[in-house]
Each structure stands twice: as structure tokens, then as C-alpha cells.
């Protein structure tokens, strides 16, 4: 005989389920005995988006083993409690048990395959982002596990794998509006450090005397510009050419759609 649980998900660990599911309390059948975090998990929610698991009111970890007939409530991390948690809960009895590990000192990144121009613009903006259009699983995984970043994807099956704390489901497939959902997401608009960071290799980026490299300019960008930066890494020259400008217009209108 099937056995079977009831699922309620909320606010956008929705995006995760198919309609039919999505805000309202569904049945599930348990077909073998397993921790909350592989049921959760096997409906399609990496546990990287979850914090709060509550079972019959009850707050449960990961490793919670699932049993007939329980009620499970799912919550990705909030900034305040939503009533339903506060009044339909045992508060009083045990404290919260928060499932998402203690928030980054620093917020440093490695990204998948797919997302390279998302790498370019985050390095744009000063953040420490590895990519490599060669980069498999296996490596992004032990990349962000041993170097503590936060693995930026859109493949919820990789965000699933064993060690992997620090991930982020991205949502959205255009470039910019991927930019702006990783910056609301970690709260990262006052933490922006512009053309400080290469976007080609992630190096960091200072400023340079022309005469150490004018040897390497075209005679059009020598006669126009004496202001010039070079990465540490690649020795990528970089200058306020046209192309600055586009790159400038861009985060002014990231700012202004931040809020800032
Ligand atoms: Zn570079």
C-alpha cells in the first residue's frame, strides 16, 4: 500500500513546481523511506534554496526522516517570519532550525557553462567570478564546496549534488535581467566596485603609465586617449574608449533599477 505526505511549498520555491502544485497544499506519494531533504529534492527544489522545513508545525533539518501521513511545509530564506509560521508553529517549544548555512563574509562566485556573459558583467562590476567554458560538474562542484563560492546555475539537477551549501537557482535567461536577479537576490547593489575587475580572466585591474604600454596600442587609441589600466593578470589594457561608455551606461541603469 502507498503511503503518502503533504506538501505546501512558498514564495518562490514555487518556481520549482509544475502549476498544478505551485501555492497550494499537494499530495505526494512515499514510496521508500528517506530524509526530507531527498523528498523535497525528488519534487524538483535543490536543497541549496531552502532554510525553513516544517513538519506537522514542527521545525525539522534536512535530515529528517519523512513518515506517513505528515504535513511538510518548505520555506526559502526570508528576511521576516511570515505570520502563518509565527501562529502555526511550536515557537515555544524549540527553537527554528535554519537549513541554509550562515551567510559569506564575502561574496565570491564560480558559474556554469552556460552563463559566461552573466560571469563577464559580474566581474564588470567587481565581483570575484570564475568561468571556464570548460569547466564540467564535477569541477564546478568541488570548486565551490573547497573555495566557498556560491555556484550560480541553471541546472537545478547540478545544485542538487552532495557538498553543495552555497548555490543559487538563476532564474531568468536574459542577461541583464539575470545581473539584476543575482544582485537582488544576495543584496548586492552597494557592494558594486566597477572596472575594478577584468572581464576576460577575472584579474584585477589597476591603472598604468601609458609609456609601459604604448608600444601595445594602435596609433588611433594612442593619439586620443593618456589614461590607461591593465589587468594583473592576462596584462589586458583597458582605456575610456566608446565601448566604456556603452559598459557605464549599462550599470547607471542597473543602479537606477536597484534603486540606487
Ligand atoms: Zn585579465
Known amino acids: 500500500m502507498f503511503e503518502q505526505v503533504n506538501i505546501c511549498v512558498y514564495e518562490e520555491l514555487n518556481d520549482f513546481l509544475r502549476p498544478h502544485q505551485r501555492n497550494r497544499e499537494f499530495t505526494y506519494e512515499l514510496k521508500q523511506p528517506r530524509s526530507v531533504k531527498d523528498l523535497i529534492e525528488s519534487v524538483g527544489i535543490p536543497h541549496t534554496e531552502i532554510d525553513l522545513i516544517f513538519i506537522n508545525g514542527e521545525s525539522v533539518d534536512f535530515n529528517y526522516r519523512i513518515q506517513n501521513g505528515d504535513h511538510i511545509s518548505v520555506y526559502p530564506e526570508l528576511k ?19 537549513n541554509k548555512p550562515e551567510p559569506l563574509h564575502e561574496f565570491r562566485f564560480v558559474l556554469d557553462v552556460h552563463l559566461g556573459r552573466l560571469a563577464s558583467y559580474l566581474r564588470l562590476l567587481g565581483f570575484d567570478t570564475l568561468y571556464r567554458n570548460d569547466y564540467d560538474d564535477v569541477t564546478l562542484a568541488s570548486v565551490s564546496v573547497n573555495e566557498h563560492r556560491i555556484l550560480l546555475t541553471c541546472d537545478r539537477q547540478l545544485l542538487m549534488r ?13 542577461l541583464q535581467q539575470q545581473l539584476l536577479e543575482v544582485l537582488s537576490h544576495f543584496d548586492l547593489y552597494d557592494k558594486q566596485q566597477p572596472f ?20 601595445r596600442l594602435l596609433t588611433k587609441t594612442k593619439e586620443y586617449y593618456d589614461e590607461f589600466f591593465q589587468c594583473e593578470s592576462c596584462r589586458k589594457i583597458y582605456w575610456k574608449g566608446s565601448h566604456y561608455q556603452k559598459m557605464q551606461d549599462m550599470i547607471d541603469k542597473i543602479r537606477t533599477q536597484g534603486g540606487n
Not at 162 to 174: A, E, N, P, S
Open 162 to 174: 552532495k557538498g553543495i551549501t552555497y548555490g543559487y537557482f538563476v532564474r531568468t535567461r536574459q
Open 80 to 98: 521576516t517570519l511570515p505570520d502563518q509560521v509565527i501562529t502555526g508553529t511550536s515557537l515555544l517549544k524549540a527553537p527554528l532550525r535554519h
Open 196 to 215: 575594478t575587475r577584468c572581464m576576460h580572466c577575472n584579474g584585477k585591474i589597476q591603472q598604468v603609465d601609458k609609456k609601459e604600454i604604448e608600444t
